[in-house]
C-alpha cells in the first residue's frame, strides 16, 4: 500500500517567492556593474575587475534564480513527475562552476602582477569600492526579504554577502596605495576576494551536489527516523528506506513498512497508514512520502531489500 501526500506543500522554489525583490536587486547590481568595469579598465585596477567578475556571478545567480522560479511554477505532467523543480538546483551547480572559473582567471592575474607591481590609480578605485560597499548592502537587503529556502536565492544572497566583503578589501587596498603607493595591495585584496570566491563555490556545489546524487538531507538523522517508524503500533521492521531531497527544503521519504498480519485482516491499515505519516510531517517536516505496507515474510520475495 502507498501513499502520496501532495497537498499543500510549501517547500522548493515557489512561484510567488518574491521575484520583484530579486529583480530589484538584478536592475541594481547590473548598473553598477558596468560602471566597474568601466572604472576598472580606467585605472588598471585589477581589484576592481575581480570584484566585477565576482558580481557578475552574483547577476548571474539572481537571474538564474529568477530562471528556476519560472520552472518551478510549471505543474508535473507527462515524464516530469516533479515539474521542474530541480532547475534551481542545476542553477545553483552552475553558480558554484561558474565561480570557480572566475576565481581561477583573477588568481593567474593576481599572481602575475604579484610579481610585475601593477600601476593603479588609488582614487578611482577607492571611490567606486565605497559605492560598491553601498550598492552590495542594498542588494542584500532586497534578497534578504526574498524568499531564501531556495538554494538558489540563498546562493545569491551568499554571493552578494562576499562580494561585500570583497568590495571592503578593495576599499582598504585603496587607502593603502593612497597613502604609501605600494600598488601591490591591488592584487593582494584580489586574492583576498578569490578566497571568498571559493568558499561560496564550496558552498554551491556541496549543496546542489548532495541533492543531485541523491543524497539525505543533512538535517535527517537516519536512524532516528527508523526508530520513530519502529515505535508506532503494530510496525514489526522497516526496510527498504529512502529518502532524499527533490529541490529546496523539499524531502521525499520512501520505505517499506512490515506490519502485523491482523492489520490487514481488521481494516486498521488506513489508520496505520495515518499514524506513519504523520509521524514523518511532525517529527521531520516530511511532506512528500510513500509507504509500502506488507506482511511478515514478504520481504522473502523481494530482490536487493537492504
Known amino acids: 500500500m502507498t501513499d502520496h501526500d501532495h497537498a499543500g506543500h510549501s517547500h522548493g522554489v515557489r512561484p510567488d517567492a518574491d521575484g520583484r525583490y530579486l529583480w530589484s536587486a538584478l536592475g541594481l547590481l547590473s548598473a553598477f556593474l558596468i560602471a566597474e568595469v568601466v572604472v576598472a579598465f580606467l585605472s588598471g585596477s585589477l581589484a576592481l575587475l575581480s570584484d566585477a567578475g565576482h558580481m557578475l556571478s552574483d547577476v548571474g ?6 530562471w528556476a522560479i519560472r520552472l518551478a511554477a510549471r505543474p508535473a505532467a507527462g515524464n516530469w513527475t516533479f515539474g521542474w523543480k530541480r532547475a534551481e538546483i542545476l542553477s545553483a551547480a552552475g553558480n558554484g562552476i561558474t565561480l570557480l572559473v ?6 593567474f592575474e593576481a599572481v602575475r602582477r604579484l ?41 545569491a544572497y551568499q554571493h552578494i554577502l562576499t562580494d561585500l ?84 527544503d ?32 511532525g517529527h521531520f517536516d516530511v511532506e512528500h512520502s510513500t509507504f509500502q505496507l506488507e506482511p511478515a515474510g514478504h520481504d522473502e520475495h523481494e530482490r536487493g531489500m537492504h
Do not use: K
Open 61 to 66: 545567480a539572481i537571474g538564474m534564480a529568477l
Open 102 to 107: 572566475v576565481s581561477g582567471i583573477v588568481t
Open 115 to 155: 610579481i610585475d607591481g601593477p600601476d593603479v590609480e588609488g582614487a578611482p578605485m577607492l571611490v567606486v569600492a565605497l559605492v560598491g560597499v553601498a550598492v552590495n548592502i542594498a542588494a542584500a537587503w532586497l534578497l534578504a526579504r526574498a524568499n531564501r529556502t531556495s538554494l538558489n536565492v540563498e546562493g
Open 165 to 248: 566583503y570583497g568590495f571592503i578589501g578593495t576599499v582598504i587596498a585603496g587607502v593603502v596605495i593612497l597613502l604609501t603607493g605600494w600598488t601591490r595591495a591591488d592584487p593582494i585584496a584580489s586574492l583576498i576576494v578569490v578566497g571568498l570566491m571559493l568558499y561560496a563555490a564550496w558552498g554551491l556545489l556541496r549543496d546542489s551536489g548532495r541533492i543531485l546524487l541523491e543524497g539525505a538531507p543533512r538535517d535527517v538523522d537516519l536512524d532516528d527516523l527508523r526508530a520513530h517508524l519502529l515505535a508506532t503500533d503494530h510496525v514489526q521492521a522497516v526496510h527498504d528506506l529512502h529518502v532524499w531531497t527533490v529541490t529546496s
Open 250 to 281: 523539499l524531502p521525499a521519504v520512501s520505505v517499506h513498512v512490515v506490519v502485523e498480519d491482523e492489520c490487514f485482516v481488521d481494516g486498521h491499515t488506513p489508520v496505520l497508514l495515518d499514524q506513519l505519516q504523520a509521524c514523518l510531517h
